[in-house]
């Protein structure tokens, strides 16, 4: 073998080919790396108002002061009604409770739930609220809460987990 033949080989071979890999291995760690941070998880508020049809419920929990408890560390369960479920309400009636904390406070706590309940994990019964009272939840005919129909489910958050309802949950 010529040694003249195997650094130029080198050179124009192998290096090369050793460079594309390892340019091709740090552009798709960098990109695995961006993705990472991309798909970073959101509290239940963020995943909330990032949905688009939370915007009376991001509101109300604000005027209620539960925006910090439900960004803390959970995990929650929340039957969260959307923007037509609040529409449902007169406006009077839910002008009123927003500017009652008070009671604003009890309704929306009761759409809350301790721990986090997968929508395979749902079983008919009472549950008890962070409110203090109980919802009863139905499984024949689809899932409902109280009278509530549950129109999407299992929107995963990093502290807990949103099941959209399409009713406003008043407490008994």
């Known amino acids: 073998m010529n040694n ?16 594309i890999c390892m340019k091709k291995t740090i ?10 941070c991309a798909v970073q998880a959101k509290d239940i508020v963020d995943t909330a108002v990032a949905a688009g049809s939370f915007k009376t419920l ?3 929990l604000g005027a209620a002061g539960l925006v910090d408890t439900l960004k803390g560390a959970g995990p929650f369960t929340v039957f969260a009604p959307t923007d037509e479920a609040f529409a449902k309400i007169p406006k009077a009636d839910l002008d009123a409770l927003l500017k009652d904390k008070a009671k604003l406070t009890s309704v ?3 759409h809350v739930v301790a721990g986090k309940v997968m929508a395979a994990d749902v079983k008919a019964g009472k549950v008890k609220t962070v409110q203090g ?3 009863t939840v139905t499984t024949s005919y689809g899932v409902k809460v109280d009278m509530s129909k549950v129109i999407k489910t299992d929107i995963v958050a990093d502290n807990g ?6 009713t406003v949950l008043m407490p008994k």
């Open 133 to 135: 009272s109980e919802l």
């Open 108 to 110: 929306l706590t009761y």
């Open 27 to 36: 552009v798709t760690a960098v990109l695995a790396l961006g993705l990472a």
């Open 161 to 166: 987990v949103i099941h959209v309802i399409d």
């Open 4 to 19: 003249r033949f195997v650094p130029h080989f080198w050179r124009t071979g192998i290096y090369q080919l050793v460079k």
């Open 58 to 60: 991001a509101a109300a």
